[in-house]
């Protein structure tokens, strides 16, 4: 596994795949990697011929500077995760290479960025493309993979690259689950026993949501809100049913595949969970 810091390694990295006749598949990330993480690498190994990493804690993505500095960094340890996944390639640019000095040009997905959770978190997702973009030019990938967990960043990236026509295919992965169906998350070691049991309550509530005969936002919004509702360890926080591929508010019956994104407190733990359920 080649280990580089700069644009200029990784481009040379890069070409000797490319002059091989190889595929990239990229899986950019900010590193402290978790199985989530190593899901996205194995998904990249199944579509490309080569792997590569970026590990990058995007300073530009962070609303508070003290958000960006308590950002967890462990670069041994994902290295050692990364060389054990048969990765090929990590680049670790710095930062006055991403957005070199006098930097000014930003990317935005102007309406998607400012929906939901952007609306909560202003500049962040455009932190992200604006990142994504460069990320997409250092490395050229042909296809590169991010979490369905992070649902708007998904719709974001993908509506990015057709916009500006970047030749790479997005794969969305799935969640990883566990066997009882819980969202993977580094967050449910912090759920005592009986919140954990609890929490399974997301993934029942979309089951629930998914069953149901004659959907409608209406009836998917109050199965959902209903089943959380009846258990008393969680604390809804969170209900947005939009248009699966533009995000764009939804009312009345199901004509199109709709994305649920939902989250619950449970015992302090806000956990989150997302399905996209089709009429
Ligand atoms: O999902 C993440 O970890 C980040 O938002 C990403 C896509 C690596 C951009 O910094």
């Known amino acids: 596994m080649q280990v580089v810091r700069t644009i200029a390694d990784c481009r040379t990295a890069t070409g000797a795949f490319r002059s091989a006749g190889e595929t990239i598949g990229l899986v950019p ?5 978790h199985a989530g993480h190593m899901e996205l690498v194995a998904t990249a190994k199944s579509k ?15 609303g508070e500077a003290s958000d960006l500095d308590s950002y967890p960094r462990d670069e041994e340890r994902d290295l050692e995760m990364l060389r054990a996944a048969g990765v090929d390639l990590v680049l670790i640019p710095d930062v006055s290479d991403v957005y070199p000095d006098g930097d000014e040009t930003i990317v935005e997905t102007t309406r998607m960025a400012n929906i939901l959770h952007g609306e909560v978190r202003p500049g962040h997702f455009r932190g992200v493309t604006t990142v994504v973009a460069r990320l997409f030019n250092f490395v050229q990938p042909d296809v590169a993979c991010f979490g369905e967990k992070d649902y708007q960043q998904l719709q974001i990236i993908k509506r990015m690259t057709r916009d500006l026509a970047f030749p790479i295919e997005i794969i969305g992965v799935p969640i990883v689950r566990e066997n009882d169906g819980l969202a993977m998350s580094s967050r449910n070691v912090r759920l005592n026993a009986e919140d954990r049991q609890a929490a399974l309550v997301l993934s029942r509530s979309l089951d629930a949501a998914e069953a149901l005969k004659n959907k409608s936002v209406d009836s998917l919004r109050d199965t959902i809100a209903n089943t959380i509702h009846a258990e008393p360890r969680a604390t809804l926080r969170g209900l947005d049913i939009v248009q699966a591929e533009s995000l764009a508010d939804l009312a009345g019956p199901l004509t199109t595949p709709a994305a649920i994104m939902l989250s619950a407190e449970f015992g302090g733990v806000l956990l989150l969970d997302q399905r996209v359920i089709t009429p």
């Open 48 to 62: 490309a011929d080569r792997v590569a990493v970026t590990i990058f804690v995007n300073p530009t993505q962070f």
């Open 29 to 33: 990330t900010m590193g402290f990697l």
